[in-house]
């Protein structure tokens, strides 16, 4: 008579894959943290060719925001380094072309100041209430970062009119705030959840 088994079979459970943080997500995300200063560069250098140089950086670093994640999930690439530099390159490109844009008088100050303060207290906020859980991320947090890229091309690209970017601007403006409120009142419910659950 066979002893009874106990625990996991470890013939038919294989152990977990450890993620290397050494892979594409993750090459993706470091490659975009490195184009923040060339897309800078660039927008300074000054002149139409230069601009446009700048545009393409943007762009570029923009669509490798959308690929790290999709492929980090698609292929169980997840790992803590992406967790951590993947919203520093994200907030490291969006705050650079904000502030470069008001140095050179393009872009309000109080716009740069909304948007920054709201993904800097987010983020802030994040590391508050990890311990009580995790907030997803919503439809509304999306659409925001789509409208930040969109009103930031619209900046950088040469000759677009005002009248064009500038009520783009404003619509991200408007999304950013409003999806920041309802993050804090997630929050907040996740951490009053977490208390009455003690």
């Not at 999930?73 to 844009?101: E, H, M, Q």
Request: hydrophobic share 55%.
């Amino acid at each position: 008579m066979n002893p009874p088994r106990t625990g996991t079979d470890p013939i038919a459970t294989p152990p977990a894959r450890e993620v290397s943080a050494y892979n594409i997500a993750n090459a993706l995300t470091v490659a975009r943290l490195l184009l923040v200063p060339v897309f800078v560069a660039c927008l300074f250098a000054g002149g139409t060719g230069w601009r446009v140089a700048a545009l393409v950086v943007f762009v570029v670093a923009s669509v490798t925001d959308l690929l790290d994640g999709e492929l980090a999930r698609r292929r169980n690439l997840v790992t803590d380094f992406g967790k951590i530099a993947d919203p520093i390159a994200d907030k490291a490109l969006t705050g650079a072309a904000l502030v470069s844009l008001s140095i050179t008088g393009e872009l309000p100050w109080w716009v740069t100041i909304v948007i920054l303060a709201r993904e800097i207290g987010i983020t802030l906020l994040r590391f508050f209430v990890i311990n009580h859980g995790v907030i997803p991320a919503s439809y509304g947090g999306k659409v925001k970062t789509v409208l930040q890229i969109i009103g930031i091309v619209l900046y950088v690209a040469p000759g677009v009119p005002y009248v064009l970017r500038w009520p783009v601007m404003l619509v991200a403006v408007a999304i950013t705030v409003a999806t920041g409120l309802d993050y804090v009142v997630r929050a907040w419910r996740l951490r009053r959840r977490a208390k009455k659950g003690e």
